[in-house]
């Protein structure tokens, strides 16, 4: 509640600010409680998009992710029944357009920051979104190639100034939602004890 409070006193200020030294424009400007068409993101998802394209450097995934996520309701999870214009939406047109936002789907499934569902539309019918706080952490965990230190870093000093409590609170399971750990193996049934043998030695 406290930090609820916070960003409230610090936004108030800075509309202050902005009207102060662009007066009479609030007209120009886009206001999500005035208009549909909006989504939630997260205030570190520049780190987050910078972090992806450098783990698969050469095959940036940033733009695709972006887009995917601009495609939720606020639930984390998308239909895919539009692909050619998510494939144009993420930069990718022309006859292969399509092709290669497939290829960078699943290099962000294979990277555990979505899974995908078949459905009507084919093999790649929904797409679920984790939260990617989490996957970050898994792959920090896990030692992925071309995470750096140093971005990394400065996600959690980000996180820390904005209060994102996913990145720092204790994380109970390092694995990724796409493989979980096998169940346990089970536990083996008591021994039964072996039947005492006859006598045969005649006496008694």
Known sequence: MATVRAASAIAKKQQALRDHLWPGKEPWLWDRKKQKGF?????????????????TKGTPVSATYLTLWCNTWDNSFVTLNKNADMANASGFGGQRGE?????????LQELEFI??????SGPMGHAII?????????HRH?????????????LIETALELGVTDMTADWPVPHSPNN???????VPSPAVPAAPEADSSGGG
């Open 180 to 186: 979980p750990p096998p169940p346990p193996p089970p």
């Open 142 to 154: 896990i030692k992925t190639p071309g995470l750096t230190e140093a971005s990394y870093n400065a």
């Open 130 to 138: 984790w939260n990617p706080h989490f996957i970050l952490r898994w």
């Open 39 to 55: 989504t939630t993101i997260p205030k570190t998802m520049p780190m987050i998009l910078k972090i992806m394209d450098e783990i």
């Open 115 to 120: 899974d995908i569902k078949p459905g009507r």
């Open 99 to 107: 092709h290669t936002w497939t290829t960078r789907m699943k290099l």
